[in-house]
């Protein structure tokens, strides 16, 4: 792989700025902060690697959010732009609210398309609604299950059976098929035995 072209001074000492700025307010992830150092040292993975003392192999799977390096290889890589790795706050409400005023502010430009907020707000209100109406489902269910029970016993009864109750009548057909293929099995096994 070739090397990256080198940033000017200027736009170097800016991108590093702006990343150290990132990293005080906890807002660099593990993977934006090493591809914009390489970046800014203007070297390919290999080279930036070979620069931290680290293989080449780490360089890539951070970049893809596919590590979980050691503290002291971070240290290691963080070291050169004056970085370690420390505990800093998690900020979910603020990070939150910055999606929500994102997505409240990204409208869509296709005419008639609704708005991204609006869209989540009625998809999560609709989740609410057919959470509601499986409650209400299942409650239906247990009861009918409950009255046919019932009702099961009190047939039962009146005509002197005993036994399971009423099925419904794709259920006693399956089981009248699988009892027949049972049956058939049965049959051909017995068949097939030698004298």
Do not use: W, Y
């Amino acid at each position: 792989m070739s090397k990256r072209k080198p940033l000017d001074k200027a736009e170097a000492r800016e991108r590093r700025n702006r990343m150290l700025e990132s990293a005080a307010a906890a807002n660099l992830s593990l993977t934006e902060g090493v591809r914009e150092m390489r970046a800014i040292a203007g070297m390919t993975q290999e080279e930036f690697a070979r620069h931290r003392g680290v293989s080449a192999r780490v360089i890539k799977a951070i970049e893809l959010g596919q590590a979980n390096p050691t503290v002291a290889t971070m240290n290691r890589i963080g070291q050169f732009f004056g970085l370690e790795v420390a505990f800093v706050p998690i900020r979910r409400a603020a990070r939150d609210a910055d999606l929500e005023r994102t997505l409240t502010d990204d409208r869509t430009t296709q005419t008639g398309a609704i708005d991204v907020a609006e869209g989540l707000r009625v998809l999560v209100e609709t989740r609410k609604e057919l959470a509601a109406q499986m409650r209400e489902l299942n409650e239906m269910v247990h009861d009918l299950g409950a009255q046919l029970g019932a009702f099961s016993g009190q047939h039962n009864a009146a005509e002197g059976v005993a036994g399971p109750s009423i099925l419904p009548s794709k259920v006693q057909h399956r089981v009248r098929k699988a009892a027949a293929t049972r049956k058939a099995d049965t049959d051909l096994k017995k068949k097939s035995r030698p004298a």
